[in-house]
């Protein structure tokens, strides 16, 4: 029994110490903190703006959907539609999205950009395409075909050829 138990803990502790875990849970951990910057931006700088129009707060914006009353415990009664807070949330989305996008992703791809760049090219050249191995294919078959049908004029030519030298040759002598 206790083996087994070693067995799963150790399964466990390596199941926590892969790389994906750790980053994973550093992750949550700043993106708390993250959340946190995004509500205070969104509570200093876009509710004040929102609140020139109307509440202060976006989470008081809401619409009636049938005829709403209030009772006599200050409850409303009704089908109501609180807009916004879903504008709320999705400006919070929103704003999460860019700060992560602009701070984070982009100078993560200039700087693996960077990195490759640095890196040394290799000397082999790259694989040929589709479209030259076919090319190199169609050359090849024309050559071929080219050769057989030249193969005939040629060999005319090479028995024809001594003789014409042969009979240079005594024109010459004589």
Known sequence: MSEQKQGVLAGFREFLMRGNVVELAVAVVVGTAFTKIVDAMVNGMINPVVGALGPKNLDQYESCLTTCTTNAAGEI?????????????????????????????????????????????????????????????RDALVAQRTAGSLAG??????????????????????
Not at 100 to 113: D, E, S
């Open 77 to 137: 009664e009704g089908v109501l539609f609180k807009w916004g807070m879903v504008l709320s949330a999705s400006l919070t989305f929103l704003i999460t999205a860019a700060v992560v996008y602009f701070l984070m992703i982009v100078p993560m791809n200039r700087y693996k950009a960077r990195q490759d760049a640095k890196k040394p090219q290799s000397d082999e050249p790259a694989a040929p395409t589709e479209l030259e191995l076919l090319t190199e294919i």
């Open 153 to 174: 004029t040629e060999a005319a030519q090479v028995l024809a050829g001594p003789r014409r030298e042969k009979a240079g040759a005594a024109g010459t002598e004589g």
